[in-house]
T-cell receptor, first 114, second 112 residues
Framework: DSGVTQTPKHLITATGQRVTLRCSPRSGDLSVYWYQQSLDQGLQFLIQ???????AKGNILERFSAQQFPDLHSELNLSSLELGDSALYFC?????????????FGPGTRLTVL | SQQGEEDPQALSIQEGENATMNCSYK?????LQWYRQNSGRGLVHLIL?????REKHSGRLRVTLDTSKKSSSLLITASRAADTASYFC????????????FGGGTRLMVKP
């Protein structure tokens, strides 16, 4: 158990819908990262927050957005869902911003868009 | 986009044998990390090697890094059936943010 929690575990929804994925980082970690794992794209970095502020952005679609709240939990919002958004979405956390800080991954949310 | 390639994509060995996985990357890095993923589950951090290190050990794991060739290898010695998983290398650049760029992974199967 990494100490990172993600809810829900599974999500099945229809095209055009909007969903929210939630992540609670390990106690004491200020950085939260979101990654997407799909069969065709592999594991891709989406976005990072540090202590409530956006710090880095990867291949995140404009239909996707995220935020980190004062209690440090984070939410990833996916809207106007398409079939191709079906994937495993991982949240990870680390203590800070240093490149050597280990990222601890949550169990993921499996999103299926029908 | 992915940083690089992992080789082989799949590896099947007998328990007790050694498993070697290779990873290549494209840009300069601050460090390289290896993660393990059991089928469809979360990633578990295995080991981190910094760009100024050449070799690192952790239990049955040995990682090497050759920055001149932009490549790394992960050796698992005396493999066990429980080592069956996918293994990913991930690089962290020097840019702010500590985001990881992952390779495509190697699926390892260890037969009892």
């Amino acid at each position: 158990d990494s100490g990172v929690t993600q809810t829900p575990k599974h999500l099945i929804t229809a095209t055009g819908q909007r969903v929210t994925l939630r992540c609670s980082p390990r106690s004491g970690d200020l950085s939260v990262y979101w990654y997407q794992q799909s069969l065709d794209q592999g594991l891709q970095f989406l976005i990072q927050y540090y202590n409530g502020e956006e710090r880095a952005k990867g291949n995140i679609l404009e239909r996707f957005s995220a935020q980190q709240f004062p209690d440090l939990h984070s939410e990833l919002n996916l809207s106007s869902l398409e079939l191709g958004d079906s994937a495993l979405y991982f949240c990870a956390s680390s203590v800070g911003l240093a490149a050597g800080d280990t990222q601890y991954f949550g169990p993921g949310t499996r999103l299926t868009v029908l | 986009s992915q940083q690089g390639e992992e080789d082989p994509q799949a590896l099947s060995i007998q328990e007790g044998e050694n498993a070697t996985m290779n990873c290549s990357y494209k840009t300069s890095i601050n460090n390289l990390q290896w993660y393990r993923q059991n089928s469809g589950r979360g990633l578990v951090h295995l080991i981190l090697i910094r760009s100024n290190e050449r070799e690192k050990h952790s239990g049955r794991l040995r990682v090497t890094l050759d920055t001149s060739k932009k490549s790394s290898s992960l050796l698992i010695t005396a493999s066990r059936a429980a080592d069956t998983a996918s293994y990913f290398c991930a690089t962290a650049g020097s840019n702010a943010g500590n985001m990881l760029t992952f390779g495509g992974g190697t699926r390892l199967m260890v037969k009892p």
